[in-house]
């Protein structure tokens, strides 16, 4: 069975960092497409951030230069280096991930990110 | 800065049929585009429901089906059940920077 398990959310002030974490078992990271999409409260989808198994790395323009998207394959894990955070990061961030044109057949549970001061 | 549109509200009742789209901004949507389709309950993860414009992953029901309608990606629930309420959200793929755009949700009503 496939998990994909979102941490390292909390509470920053504005211009401050974090790194999530998304741990998987039953499915390994650095083979797959992996994609990082958030939810601010209330709100729609948004797709944030890509790195393909080749490790190609792609963002939205909002957060290209803040945010890294990276991944350790010896710990199976997908990371979000987010940096200069503002109130318009405050959101649920979710880890998803598949194979080729599956590439959001499986999703984390969300981990929210709140940026307040 | 590309937009994609569904429908903001939808009712349908059950047992009925209903189709949701979704429309970009860039002009007709094809299978280039990679269209999924994703269902997502209050307090819960999005699920996904369709990938490349028709194809369903293997939990889908089989009352739900993907499609090219009207230069638009489409998706249809037939036979709708109480338990199809939700907010669904389309996904297409632009490449380049942006990427992948998702859709700002139908909120589904089964009334």
């Known amino acids: 069975e496939v998990q994909l398990v979102e941490s390292g959310g909390g509470l920053v002030q504005p211009g401050e960092s974090l790194r999530l974490s998304c741990a998987a078992s039953?499915?390994?990271?650095?083979?797959?497409?992996m994609t990082w999409v958030r939810q601010s409260p209330g709100k729609g989808l948004e797709w944030i951030s890509v790195?393909?198994?080749?490790?190609?790395?792609y963002y939205r323009n909002s957060v290209r230069g803040r945010f890294t998207i990276s991944r350790d394959s010896s710990k199976n894990t997908l990371y979000l280096q987010m940096n200069s955070l503002g109130p318009e990061d405050t959101a649920v961030y979710y880890c998803?991930?598949?194979?080729?044109?599956?590439?959001?057949?499986?999703w984390g549970q969300g981990t929210l990110v709140t940026v307040s001061s | 800065q590309t937009v994609v549109t569904q429908e903001p509200s939808l009712t349908v009742s059950p047992g009925g049929t209903v189709t949701l789209t979704c429309a970009s901004s860039?002009?007709?949507?094809?299978?280039?585009?990679?269209p999924n389709w994703f269902q997502q309950k209050p307090g819960q993860a999005p699920r996904a429901l369709i990938y490349?414009?028709?194809n369903k992953h293997s939990w889908t029901p089989v009352r739900f089906s993907g499609s090219l309608l009207g230069g638009k990606a489409a998706l249809t629930l037939s036979g709708v059940q109480p338990e199809d309420e939700a907010e669904y959200y389309c996904?297409?793929?632009?490449?380049?920077?942006?990427?992948?755009?998702f859709g700002g949700g139908t909120k589904l009503t089964v009334l």
């Open positions: 996904l297409l793929y632009y490449g380049g920077g942006q990427h992948w755009v």
């Open positions: 790195i393909y198994s080749g490790g190609n790395t």
């Open positions: 860039t002009g007709a949507v094809t299978s280039g585009y990679y």
């Open positions: 998803t991930g598949g194979g080729p044109y599956l590439y959001f057949q499986n």
């Open positions: 039953g499915f390994t990271v650095s083979t797959n497409y």
């Open positions: 490349s414009t028709s």
